[in-house]
């Protein structure tokens, strides 16, 4: 080795001990500076790892626990992730509402990367202009109050095709799969009123495989190591971003696929433009408010997946607690009987005159809110909370399913008794982000944006399934209340029941 040479190690040697020392030191001045300042309380965690060895499968009910010893806001190192936990309605209302623009933002985050076309959806792309246009395109022509007037005709058709669908499985004497037939139902309304189309038929492979695609979306968006300790996320240890490529894969084909026959049969529309027609057209508008391809393709992922699930499960979960309760399905069947009668079919403006089946959605948000954690934000800058110093990039989860059975808010909260929404204290608590106790869509700037269409589709169907029908679970089968954790709660055994109609026949025509 020449003399050149050895000299040439010597500094790349020195070189790299000086970046180890001055990264050493830096880690050590910051750990100081933050030992100086109040974190949150919260459990140590393993080397590297921090806390996640203690989540266990069922995160939000762990940190439910911990927030029992450590209180409503908690600090945990996420592996290398700063993270804070709101659990109460205070701490949620500090973050989301005084501190909203500071937590404004989402983390980077490989179910967004790699199934949300590098965050360039509704739900993870950054606060700004591209972010404030798509939700500015989605409430005005579909997710806001008129829009939702305009397409409420497309809900009556779709609730019928389901009712019918439903009351064939009765008179073969097959099971009803609801979270199927419901997310169907839905996953059409959301078809028609984006590509004027129905893209399912009520039963059918074609309808399950994309079902089964959505819970497996929604499944393995939950908890991935290589978000929390990001040196090792190229090793993909539990394989979620291998399936995440491939999934995302063949959603693409099939977005393409609806793109490509939309863009074809775009003369069929002119003069009357469906929602998809006015995101193409958004190519017109100057360049900087452009929308990409990648932003309509996200978009759409977004509306057939969490604008499908999140209601289908509440759905799910409610029908599920008044088989396990028939009390209250009896109570909410005479209370339609007395409003509707057994004559006509319920239809949407009947829902304002049912007080107790809206207590039902209202308990059913409380019990099994659909995103647990809420979907995560990130701090903008540093700031302090209730005393606490949070750090800047620290990330914050709202533990919904916390605040839901919180003994402090809610008596007897593991009792599912609808009867506390009608009480004086609790009946003008709504869902719509302002009453932090009942926050099952979010709250603030990030709020869901489709959380207005949930609500009406939601009370709507469930009505529609208890008015329309009896139910009762198959001879055998017991009734499983498990949870399984994702981005979205879901029932781990889907529900599945036999129904028999209760209004006249011409009710199903």
């Known amino acids: 080795m020449t003399f050149n040479a050895l000299n040439l190690l010597k500094e ?22 933050r030992s100086q300042k109040l974190l949150p309380p919260g459990p140590r965690g393993w080397p590297i790892l921090g806390a996640l060895p203690l989540l266990g499968t069922m995160p939000h009910v762990t940190l439910t626990n911990m927030a029992k010893k450590f209180g409503p806001i908690m600090f ?13 309605p205070e701490a949620a209302k500090a973050f989301l509402k005084t501190l909203d623009n500071n937590f404004s933002n989402r983390p980077t985050i490989a179910g967004a990367t790699h199934l949300g076309y590098n965050s ?9 202009p591209k972010w404030k246009l798509l939700r500015k395109i989605t409430n005005m022509h579909m997710l806001g109050g008129k829009a939702l007037q305009d397409w409420a005709h497309v809900r009556a058709s779709e609730v019928k095709h389901m009712v019918r669908a439903m009351h064939e499985c009765g008179e073969k004497g097959e099971v009803v799969e609801v979270g199927d037939m419901v997310n169907c139902a839905i996953t059409n309304m959301v078809s028609q009123v984006v590509l004027s189309k129905r893209i399912f038929a009520n039963k059918g492979l074609e309808s399950k495989e994309f079902k089964d ?45 609806v793109i490509e026959e939309h863009v074809e049969s775009s003369h069929e529309r002119k003069g009357n433009p469906d929602f998809l027609d006015i995101l193409m057209a958004n190519g017109e508008v100057p360049i900087e408010e452009r929308l990409t391809m990648s932003n309509i393709k996200a ?27 028939p009390k209250i399905m009896m109570r909410a069947q005479q209370e339609m009987d007395q409003v509707i009668g057994r004559q006509r079919p319920l239809v949407e403006s009947d829902l304002p005159k049912l007080p107790y089946l809206q207590a039902i959605c209202k308990e059913t948000y409380r019990m099994h809110p ?17 005393g606490y110093y949070i750090p800047k990039s620290t990330r914050l989860n709202v533990n919904i399913w916390a605040i839901g059975r919180d003994h402090n808010v ?6 599912f008794n609808p009867e506390r929404f009608l009480s004086e204290k609790n009946a003008k608590i709504d869902p719509n982000g302002v009453d932090f106790e009942l926050i099952p869509f979010g709250a603030g700037r990030r709020i869901c944006a489709g959380y207005r269409m949930a609500v009406v589709v939601i009370e709507y169907i469930l009505a529609t399934l208890v008015h329309s029908f009896d139910w009762k679970l198959t001879n055998g089968v017991e009734l499983n209340m498990n949870e399984t954790f994702g981005l979205t709660l879901q029932k781990e055994v889907p529900l599945s029941a036999m129904v028999s109609p209760r209004l006249v026949l011409d009710a199903y025509v």
């Not at 979306?217 to 190229?234: L, Q």
């Open 76 to 88: 945990l190192k996420m592996g290398t992730c700063d993270t804070v936990v709101a659990s109460s």
């Open 370 to 386: 659909s995103t647990p954690l809420g979907v995560p934000r990130v701090a903008r800058e540093a700031c302090q909370v209730n």
């Open 410 to 415: 809610w008596a007897n909260p593991l009792e």
């Open 213 to 257: 695609m959505v819970v497996e979306f929604m499944t393995i968006s939950g908890v991935n190591i290589g978000d929390f300790v990001p040196c090792i996320a190229w090793m993909d240890l539990q394989g979620v971003v291998g399936k995440m490529k491939r999934l995302h894969k063949r959603f693409d084909v099939l977005l393409r696929k």
């Open 299 to 325: 978009l759409l992922l977004n509306l057939f997946t969490a604008g499908t699930d999140t209601s289908s499960n509440i759905i799910e979960w409610a029908l599920a607690e008044m088989l396990k309760n």
């Open 120 to 128: 360039q959806d509704l739900v993870f792309a950054d606060y700004g």
């Open 12 to 33: 790349i040697g020195v070189a790299l001990l000086i970046f180890f020392i001055s990264h050493i030191s830096i880690h050590y001045l910051i750990s100081r500076n």
